[in-house]
């Protein structure tokens, strides 16, 4: 209901999250630093968030009762996954400040929208086509191969996709996928990947943290890297008031980071974004820019910002929930970021489960272990991230390579 400017909750009072994953846990801790007490509303009774929130509400994003305990509990509300149904979020709305709000939520999180929404802010994207039927794919423009066909709701870290060499391929992957709605996009020459995580609070002013390198290995996200020399004019061009990308030389600049950033900031604005979010680049073998896509909530290319920033994109979460002024975005050490997947805690000659050599890992100077507290290592399975800070980024650099390789 209240979603002014002016909106304030003090430390003490109660943050509600919807979704109780790594990425709420790791809200749940910040807002926890800064005195803030977290409800949070997930149907899984061993969830990452619910083993550290204040109050755990085991119910599913849809019940009725779950979210009414939720909205009585706090009066700001966010959420850590973009799969909320959107209604739930206009529930809570009627007598809670929610942030994202429902509209950007249900923009962002199917594929079609998404894109038709990047493209309306002035973005380009990967050339695509909606697919609702088969004569969509029939349809497609040969440009299209080869290509990728990704089912335009709940698909993450690659799943939910399928590279197709040809229009006979689209087609079984369509029927595999029992022909839930798709994007067909080509498939792109990539240099490189990045993202930028920003932060908009309820009176526009936003903030930008410096812009993440990312290598995914099939699909997932693997290593982020942020150089702190590189972007450091550009997290100063980025927070401060709406509108302050408006800064000539930024605007002028045909620098990638940049040019990112702008485009982070102008999504951000046409979604009349509140909230912590994130916009996945492409960055083409010609040197052009694509936006991929966007994640309403903090995300796992922004976790160097936990140790590497003066404020982590889970403090900003809190911040903008709370009304508190935007946290300083500045990367203040070159920092890398390794995701954990569960395949580390297999053998990798025997297959056989054992415990990865934590001490070994944390031997490394700069090396901060982050772990989701998940009971199960599954492959392919978040479990935790290390990152390495440095005075220089090679520093970081070495360092990351000495906890892979502990890592095995
Ligand atoms: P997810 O929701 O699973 O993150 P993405 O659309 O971000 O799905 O795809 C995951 C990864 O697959 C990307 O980070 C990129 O490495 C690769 N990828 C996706 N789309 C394309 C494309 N059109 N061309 C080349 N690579 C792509
Ligand atoms: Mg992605």
Sequence with gaps: SDNSADFYLPPGSWLGMIGGGQLGRMFCQAAQAMGYKVAVLDPDEHSPTGAVAELHIQAGYRDEAGLARLAERCKAIST??????????????????????AHAVAIVQDRISEKAFIEKAGV????????????????APVAL???ILKVARLGYDGKGQARVRTREEALDAFR?????????????????????VLARGRDGATALYPSARNEHRDGILAVSTVDAALSASAADAGSGEAGNTADASLWESDNIDAQAERAAVAIATALEYVGVMCVEFFVLQDGSLVANEIAPRPHNSGHYTLDACACSQFEQQARVMAGLPLGDTRCLTNAVMLNILGDVWFDSDSGTLREPDWRRV?????????????AEARRGRKMGHVNIVGATLAQAQSGAARVA????
Excluded at 83 to 98: F, H
Excluded at 177 to 185: P, R
Excluded at 405 to 408: I, R, S, T
């Design 124 to 139: 380009p994207v990967a050339p695509y086509v909606a697919v609702r039927d088969e004569a969509d794919i029939q349809g």
């Design 145 to 147: 191969f080869p290509g």
């Design 176 to 196: 595999a996928f029992s022909g839930a709605e798709c994007v067909l996009e080509a498939m792109l020459p990539l240099d490189y990947e990045l993202s930028v």
């Design 80 to 101: 850590e996954f973009e799969n909320v149904p959107a209604d739930s979020l206009d529930v809570l709305a009627r007598t809670s400040a929610v942030s994202p709000g």
């Design 405 to 408: 390789a502990a890592l095995g």
């Design 362 to 374: 944390l031997s490394v100077p700069g090396a901060r272990l982050h772990l989701y507290g998940k």
